[in-house]
């Protein structure tokens, strides 16, 4: 017998059946093949600081990187110190290039060239008009240390420049359109030069080209190093990656802080690709050229007791004869993960796959339409709490035959409760004959009792799909809507045990119950109502429950999303009554 026990089992099942695949494919991708981290730590040159990794194209023709005793540098043992005090004592301390870019704030440090503090002008902490820009980039030296460098690693004994060469500079500030030129002479045949430029947005492009003085060839592989001190905190749910990711060989690998303690390191051999390090809306990312054939790594190791993460390339080795110059370019990426400007990188810059920093997870053929229809709704009203609203009512009238068709099959099944209760009076000891007597009613009434769930099991999907956007996209971030809703991404910040604010006490959280997450409940409840009740008394004590339960699951989510489930649901029950009324059910009868 399908009653309304199915339709909650049907609904209770698709949420377990969605989230635990999505949670089971999060922690199941696969990685990239695995060495053991000690021969590279033996390998690697002692003293010289993780640094970012770029973008390499060298104009001699490039050779596969076999680097046998070859590694990129990594960092060395760093004072222990707090992040708020060290940074803004670390800034002070030695020559700087200020960055002044349209999206960007910070500086480059001249002791080693390395691109270490960085604020994202856009993005503050908090909703308060004074909150300090979000911090993106720390100097080496600080408890959280985060940093980009470049450069090269000689393979016969030349004189390079390290974590502690000092570059001179040709101008104190890097703008959009003025980009800076560090310059060094090894004083031993090769001379250095690094430009530094920025684009409208997060994409660096620094070209290092090396000349040769001398009356011997030098051969030098070019890296970048993307190096980050402590392990983050995390969100804590697996719907979305935090840790190191990359591309390669067209393949997307994502390895988390936890696994990469654990295995030491991933290698991979690629033609082309990224490699970088990825927070929930945050990125650092290095772009090889695209056309190279690079060995990229994540590597952990311990340094004092801290962790040390780092993302790096190594790409093929390149001869500068005697009277020749050399040229690397490469690309780093630092900023938000906004997807309409990582696309277009992915795009004009020819990156492979680098729309998969953004995690629309597996269900991306539904959550992605879903983000750029709110997308493109809010760019004409300039609310996504209203696009959330208008994105709900066209759903609602896509599918407005289906729910339709439903809601008559259910309004019949209504009709037909009080047959049905004596039925299952009458046969209240035969199981299998009430069970053929319920299938004739249902025939002589063409009635199909699996139709009500239906609605349940399209809205099921697209509630998923919205919470993922809600969650991962930063253009929902600090997005408001109105009244005491300045954040759609969080949760209702009201709860009706200290009445809304009225009395000074903060309740524990999972008692914190917003207006939104009570308008919810209330119109599940009366949807409920509006449905055919199961006549079992327990049956009918545990739907009474169900309301009250939804409200306390869905409190702590996004408020966005239990906004788009209230309205849904009000839609819902108008086009429910709707039907009811024209089928000659009254209001009183309806809600029974």
Same mark, same amino acid.
């Given at each position: 017998?399908?009653?309304?026990?199915?339709?909650?089992?049907?609904?209770?099942?698709?949420?377990?059946?969605?989230?635990?695949?999505?949670?089971?494919?999060?922690? $199941?991708?696969?990685?990239? @093949?695995?060495? &053991? /981290?000690? !021969?590279?730590? #033996?390998?690697?040159?002692?003293?010289?600081?993780? =640094?970012?990794?770029?973008?390499?194209?060298?104009?001699?023709?490039?050779?596969?990187?076999?680097?046998?005793?070859?590694?990129?540098?990594?960092?060395?043992?760093?004072?222990?110190?707090?992040?708020?005090?060290?940074?803004?004592?670390?800034?002070?301390?030695?020559?700087?290039?200020?960055?002044?870019?349209?999206?960007?704030?910070?500086?480059?440090?001249?002791?080693?060239?390395?691109?270490?503090?960085?604020?994202?002008?856009?993005?503050?902490?908090?909703?308060?008009?004074?909150?300090?820009?979000?911090?993106?980039?720390?100097?080496?030296?600080?408890?959280?240390?985060?940093?980009?460098?470049?450069?090269?690693?000689?393979?016969?004994?030349?004189?390079?420049?390290?974590? $502690?060469?000092?570059?001179? @500079?040709?101008? &104190? /500030?890097? !703008?959009?359109? #003025?980009?800076?030129?560090?310059?060094?002479?090894? =004083?031993?045949?090769?001379?250095?030069?690094?430009?530094?430029?920025?684009?409208?947005?997060?994409?660096?492009?620094?070209?290092?080209?090396?000349?040769?003085?001398?009356?011997?060839?030098?051969?030098?592989?070019?890296?970048?190093?993307?190096?980050?001190?402590?392990?983050?905190?995390?969100?804590?749910?697996?719907?979305?990656?935090?840790?190191?990711?990359?591309?390669?060989?067209?393949?997307?690998?994502?390895?988390?802080?936890?696994?990469?303690?654990?295995?030491?390191?991933?290698?991979?051999?690629?033609?082309?690709?990224?490699?970088?390090?990825?927070?929930?809306?945050?990125?650092?990312?290095?772009?090889?050229?695209?056309?190279?054939?690079?060995?990229?790594?994540?590597?952990?190791?311990?340094?004092?007791?801290?962790?040390?993460?780092?993302?790096?390339?190594?790409?093929?080795?390149?001869?500068?004869?005697?009277?020749?110059?050399?040229?690397?370019?490469?690309?780093?990426?630092?900023?938000?993960?906004?997807?309409?400007?990582?696309?277009?990188?992915?795009?004009?810059?020819?990156?492979?796959?680098?729309?998969?920093?953004?995690?629309?997870?597996?269900?991306?053929?539904?959550?992605?339409?879903?983000?750029?229809?709110?997308?493109?709704?809010?760019?004409?009203?300039?609310?996504?709490?209203?696009?959330?609203?208008?994105?709900?009512?066209?759903?609602?009238?896509?599918?407005?035959?289906?729910?339709?068709?439903?809601?008559?099959?259910?309004?019949?099944?209504?009709?037909?409760?009080?047959?049905?209760?004596?039925?299952?009076?009458?046969?209240?000891?035969?199981?299998?004959?009430?069970?053929?007597?319920?299938?004739?009613?249902?025939?002589?009434?063409?009635?199909?009792?699996?139709?009500?769930?239906?609605?349940?099991?399209?809205?099921?999907?697209?509630?998923?799909?919205?919470?993922?956007?809600?969650?991962?996209?930063?253009?929902?971030?600090?997005?408001?809507?109105?009244?005491?809703?300045?954040?759609?991404?969080?949760?209702?910040?009201?709860?009706?045990?200290?009445?809304?604010?009225?009395?000074?006490?903060?309740?524990?959280?999972?008692?914190?119950?917003?207006?939104?997450?009570?308008?919810?409940?209330?119109?599940?409840?009366?949807?409920?109502?509006?449905?055919?009740?199961?006549?079992?008394?327990?049956?009918?004590?545990?739907?009474?429950?169900?309301?009250?339960?939804?409200?306390?699951?869905?409190?702590?989510?996004?408020?966005?999303?239990?906004?788009?489930?209230?309205?849904?649901?009000?839609?819902?029950?108008?086009?429910?009554?709707?039907?009811?009324?024209?089928?000659?059910?009254?209001?009183?009868?309806?809600?029974?």
């Amino acid at each position: 017998m399908i009653d309304n026990k199915n339709m909650i089992l049907a609904v209770v099942l698709s949420i377990i059946i969605l989230v635990g695949f999505e949670m089971y494919s999060a922690k $199941n991708r696969p990685a990239p @093949t695995i060495e &053991k /981290t000690q !021969s590279e730590q #033996a390998k690697a040159k002692p003293g010289i600081p993780q =640094a970012p990794q770029g973008k390499a194209s060298a104009k001699a023709t490039p050779s596969v990187p076999s680097p046998q005793g070859i590694s990129v540098p990594t960092a060395p043992g760093l004072p222990t110190m707090t992040k708020e005090s060290s940074r803004k004592a670390l800034l002070k301390d030695g020559d700087r290039i200020t960055i002044n870019a349209p999206r960007v704030h910070g500086s480059i440090a001249l002791t080693g060239g390395r691109i270490d503090d960085l604020t994202l002008a856009k993005y503050r902490e908090t909703l308060k008009a004074d909150s300090a820009e979000i911090v993106l980039l720390i100097p080496k030296g600080a408890k959280d240390a985060y940093f980009a460098e470049f450069g090269w690693v000689a393979t016969s004994g030349q004189s390079v420049p390290d974590a $502690n060469t000092v570059w001179e @500079t040709d101008r &104190k /500030t890097l !703008s959009k359109d #003025a980009p800076v030129t560090l310059t060094w002479d090894n =004083a031993k045949e090769l001379k250095f030069s690094r430009t530094i430029a920025i684009d409208e947005n997060y994409m660096f492009t620094i070209t290092q080209t090396v000349k040769n003085t001398g009356a011997s060839a030098a051969t030098l592989h070019p890296y970048g190093l993307i190096s980050r001190r402590g392990t983050p905190e995390v969100s804590g749910f697996y719907i979305i990656h935090e840790g190191l990711m990359g591309v390669a060989n067209e393949t997307l690998s994502e390895v988390s802080y936890d696994d990469l303690k654990e295995k030491g390191q991933v290698k991979e051999s690629t033609m082309g690709g990224w490699v970088g390090i990825t927070d929930k809306y945050w990125l650092t990312a290095l772009v090889p050229d695209q056309k190279a054939q690079v060995n990229t790594r994540f590597h952990h190791r311990l340094d004092n007791a801290d962790d040390i993460y780092q993302a790096d390339y190594l790409s093929a080795a390149v001869t500068v004869q005697p009277g020749q110059t050399i040229q690397s370019v490469n690309r780093l990426f630092a900023g938000a993960k906004e997807v309409t400007t990582i696309e277009a990188y992915n795009d004009n810059l020819g990156i492979a796959r680098f729309d998969l920093t953004i995690d629309f997870g597996w269900f991306y053929f539904l959550t992605k339409p879903i983000f750029y229809a709110l997308l493109y709704i809010n760019n004409i009203v300039m609310n996504f709490g209203i696009s959330i609203i208008l994105l709900t009512i066209a759903i609602k009238l896509a599918f407005f035959p289906l729910a339709n068709k439903s809601y008559t099959s259910m309004s019949r099944m209504k009709k037909l409760t009080p047959q049905m209760t004596k039925l299952r009076e009458r046969f209240a000891d035969d199981k299998t004959r009430l069970n053929q007597e319920m299938m004739e009613l249902y025939k002589r009434e063409k009635v199909n009792p699996a139709a009500g769930c239906l609605p349940i099991l399209i809205q099921i999907p697209v509630f998923f799909a919205l919470y993922k956007v809600l969650f991962v996209n930063i253009e929902m971030r600090h997005a408001p809507f109105f009244g005491w809703i300045h954040d759609l991404s969080a949760a209702d910040p009201t709860s009706i045990f200290n009445l809304f604010g009225l009395i000074p006490w903060t309740p524990p959280e999972f008692l914190l119950i917003g207006v939104w997450p009570l308008i919810m409940g209330v119109s599940m409840y009366l949807q409920q109502k509006l449905n055919p009740q199961p006549t079992d008394p327990m049956q009918a004590k545990i739907f009474q429950f169900l309301p009250i339960m939804f409200t306390f699951m869905l409190a702590r989510f996004p408020a966005g999303l239990v906004i788009y489930w209230s309205v849904n649901n009000v839609l819902s029950m108008s086009q429910q009554w709707f039907i009811m009324k024209r089928m000659g059910i009254s209001g009183k009868d309806a809600l029974k």
